[in-house]
């Protein structure tokens, strides 16, 4: 359980770090302000001259204060490292970390790629850098506010400010960007490539295609009871999770057995259990 803590606790000063980087290297320099305590902190560096580690953790203890006293201690202590770390390393690796472009376009959409990288290694370790994210949970736990929208409304009100405090409603334009692609680069590395594919099947012969499935591809289904709104008939409707190799031999395979099957193909980010990744931090 130790190693498991101190492996969360590495990845989380790892992902601040990247952050960090990110941050020096292509958005502060830039004036790129994504959204989040740390585009108010940029916004503030170039108004106060003030460093912006020190601002960001000037917002955020207040934001630890309260996110402890409802989330619980580990929440709270998992989110003081995070931001405690990232604050740090903004500041000490300003002076070294060269700047790669001025191109504003560039620095948001490799910022954003940077940056995303380092946030989602913070959350796939179960960590937090608080910022807007904390706030939200904040606002979730007392109001019912969604997270999703509570964020996306401390960020809006952030680069509005940001293309305000520079008089430059392009640079809130290109903070759109960073803070976009800062997104999907976070779930991409907490959910990994879309690799697989989900096939929901509703067939007349929902046997014969199962049976075929496993015999064929050696992959397993499983069938759900379900019920037509408009007829009211009972029937199955089959799932089965294969790799993104075996997409156009399963759909083949289903058509073979029944043309009128209906089926839906959507992608599953990750698969965990036997013939796809091995689960090996269960309970963790």
Known sequence: MKKIVWRDYLGIAVGAIITAVGLNMFLIPNKVAAGGVSGLAIVLHYLLNWPVGIIMLAFNIPLF????????????????????VLSLA????????PVLTNDLLLSSLYGGVVCGIGMGLVFRSKGNTAG????????????????GQAMMAADFFVIVFAGVAFQSP?????????????????????????SSKAFFVMSSKPTQVADAIFL?????????????????????????????????????LIYEID??????????????????????????
């Open 65 to 84: 204060i309260v996110g402890i006293k409802i989330m619980g201690a580990r929440y709270g202590i998992n989110t003081l490292f995070g931001a405690g």
């Open 216 to 252: 064929e591809l050696d992959r397993g289904v499983t069938l759900f009871q379900v019920k037509g709104h408009y007829t009211g008939e009972a029937r199955e409707m089959l799932l089965c999770v294969v790799s993104t190799s075996e997409v156009t031999q399963l759909k083949e």
């Open 90 to 97: 903004i500041d000490i690796t300003a002076p070294f970390t």
């Open 170 to 194: 392009e640079l809130a334009l290109y903070a759109l960007i960073a803070m976009f692609v800062t997104g999907q680069i976070v779930d991409l590395v907490q959910e990994g490539p879309s």
């Open 132 to 147: 807007t994210a904390l706030a939200a949970v904040i606002l979730n736990k007392l109001f019912g506010i969604r997270i």
């Open 259 to 284: 043309s009128k099957a209906f089926v839906i193909v959507t992608s599953a980010h990750e698969v965990l259990g036997e013939g796809f990744t091995e689960v090996k931090r269960l309970g963790s």
